[in-house]
C-alpha cells in the first residue's frame, strides 16, 4: 500500500482511509479479495469507455491509468493520471449507471475488479461500506469541482503545475533526498489535463527547463525542485495540503 | 454531504426568496437510517455521482465553449427550469439572477456577463434589469447557445 503520508498531502484523497477496501472487516476483507478479478492491460488498452455500463468497481493495483472524458468534436479532456493504489468506477456501485469518464491505461496495468453484484453484497454484509462508497465518489466530484474552479481562475502556466503538483503526490514516498522525481506524463496528457495547446506546454517545459526545474523526456518529466514547482502552482511552500 | 464522516459542506447555500422552509436531519441520525435502509444508500450514492455528472459538462463547456455560448446555455437552461410568461410577451427567468450570480455560473467576470447582456439587449434578444433577467427572443438565444462553432478544445481558453 502507499505510504499514507502521502496521500494524507493530497487533498482529494481521503489519508488512511483513502480506499474502501482496507477498512473492511478482516473476513469480510478475506471474501471481498477472494472475489475480486484480476485484469491485466497493456499500455494503451482501454478499461472502459464513457458511456458504457458500470458494471465494476476496480482496484489499479499496479501501473497506470488516464481518465478522460470525451467532447462532442471527438476530442480528450483529460481528467486525472492515477498512479497505484486508487480505486476506479465507483460509479458501477449504483444499479444502472454508466461510466461518466473513459479509463485508458497507459502503462502496463494490473487491477482487481469486483462486479455490480458483488458490491451489493458486500454492502449488505457491512453497511458502513455503501457509506464508504458515497465518501470516495465525493472526493472525486470535490476534485472535479476543484478543477473547474482552476480553469475558471487561474493562469495557464499555474494549472500546468497543479496537474504535475497532483501527479507528484501520487508518487510512493521515497527516502529523502528524492530527486529528480520522475513524473509519468506524456506532453499530449499534459495538455489535455490542464487543459491546452500543445504548443503551450512546450513553451511553458522549455522555459522551465531552462530555469532548471525539470527535464523534458519522451515520455516522462524529470522533476529537480519541487519547491519551485508549488510556487509556480501558485502553492505554499509547505505543498498541497494547504493548497485548496 | 452529512451523511459522509467529516465531509465538509462543499458550497454555501443561500436563500433567494425570503421565506424558505428546509427539512434538516442530523448526521447520526441518516447514518442509522441508511443502515436500516440501504436503498438510501443507493439513492445517496446517485444524488453524488449525479452531481459528478453535472460538474463534467460544466467542466467540458468551460474547457470548449466561448464565454458568450456559456452565458447563452445557462440562460437556456435557466430559462427551461424557471421561465414564465411574462406581461410583455417574453419569459421572465423566475429567480432572482444577479450578473455577479450568471458570472459565478459562468464561469466568467461581472464585466464579461454586463457586455454580453448589453449587446444582446441592442439585439432584442433579453432585457436584463437588477437581478432580473427576461428572454424576449428564445430562438435567438438557443441559436447563440448551439450554432456558433465551439473553440477546438486544445485552444486556450478566452480571456475571461
Do not use: K
Not at chain 1, 500500500?1 to 473492511?24: A, C, E, F, K, N
Not at chain 1, 474552479?149 to 529523502?176: F, Y
Not at chain 2, 436563500?15 to 445517496?44: F, K, N
Request: aromatic content about 4%; glycine content about 6%.
Amino acid at each position: 500500500m502507499s505510504d499514507t503520508t502521502r496521500h494524507q498531502l493530497q487533498p482529494d484523497l481521503l489519508g488512511p482511509h483513502s480506499q474502501w477496501l482496507p477498512q473492511l472487516p478482516a473476513s469480510l476483507y478475506q471474501r471481498a479479495l477472494a472475489a475480486a478479478q484480476p485484469i491485466r492491460l497493456a499500455a494503451g488498452q482501454t478499461l472502459f469507455g464513457q458511456g458504457e455500463p458500470a458494471r465494476s468497481v476496480y482496484l489499479l493495483a499496479a501501473g497506470q491509468v488516464y481518465l478522460f472524458q470525451l467532447t462532442r468534436a471527438g476530442q480528450q479532456l483529460g481528467f486525472d493520471l492515477v498512479l497505484p493504489i486508487r480505486d476506479l468506477g465507483l460509479i458501477a456501485a449504483v444499479p444502472d449507471a454508466t461510466y461518466p469518464l473513459s479509463a485508458q491505461a497507459s502503462q502496463p496495468t494490473q487491477l482487481l475488479a469486483w462486479p455490480h453484484a458483488t458490491i451489493q453484497q458486500l454492502c449488505a454484509a457491512h453497511p458502513p461500506l455503501a457509506l464508504h462508497l458515497m465518501l470516495l465518489a465525493h472526493a472525486c466530484s470535490q476534485q472535479l469541482a476543484r478543477r473547474t474552479s482552476e480553469l475558471a481562475t487561474l493562469r495557464v502556466e499555474q494549472r500546468i503545475a497543479r496537474v504535475l503538483v497532483q501527479l507528484a503526490v501520487q508518487l510512493p514516498a521515497p527516502p529523502a533526498p528524492a530527486l529528480p522525481l520522475v513524473l509519468p506524463v506524456t506532453r499530449q496528457q499534459l495538455a489535455e489535463l490542464t487543459p491546452t495547446t500543445p504548443a503551450t506546454i512546450s513553451r511553458t517545459l522549455g522555459a522551465w527547463a531552462t530555469d532548471g526545474l525539470l527535464t523534458a523526456h519522451r515520455t516522462t518529466l524529470a522533476l529537480h525542485d519541487l519547491g519551485a514547482l508549488h510556487a509556480r502552482a501558485g502553492i505554499g511552500p509547505q505543498g498541497p495540503s494547504v493548497y485548496l | 454531504m452529512a451523511a459522509i464522516p467529516n465531509a465538509e459542506y462543499p458550497l454555501t447555500a443561500q436563500c433567494l426568496s425570503p421565506s424558505v422552509t428546509v427539512l434538516a436531519w442530523g448526521s447520526a441520525p441518516l447514518t442509522a437510517l441508511i443502515e436500516h435502509y440501504p436503498i438510501l444508500a443507493v439513492r445517496a450514492m446517485q444524488m453524488v455521482t449525479g452531481r459528478f455528472v453535472q460538474l463534467q459538462n460544466l467542466y467540458r463547456e468551460l474547457a470548449t465553449l466561448r464565454v458568450e455560448q456559456r452565458i447563452a446555455r445557462a440562460l437556456v437552461r435557466l430559462t427551461r427550469q424557471a421561465g414564465t410568461p411574462d406581461q410583455t410577451g417574453g419569459t421572465l427567468i423566475g429567480i432572482p439572477l444577479s450578473r455577479q450570480h450568471l458570472a459565478d455560473m459562468t464561469g466568467t467576470t461581472l464585466y464579461t456577463v454586463s457586455r454580453t447582456l448589453s449587446a444582446w439587449e441592442q439585439r432584442g434578444i433579453v432585457t436584463s434589469g437588477r437581478e432580473r433577467v427576461i428572454v424576449r427572443n428564445l430562438e435567438g438565444l438557443t441559436a447563440l447557445a448551439d450554432d456558433v462553432p465551439p473553440r477546438p478544445s486544445q485552444a486556450e481558453p478566452p480571456p475571461c
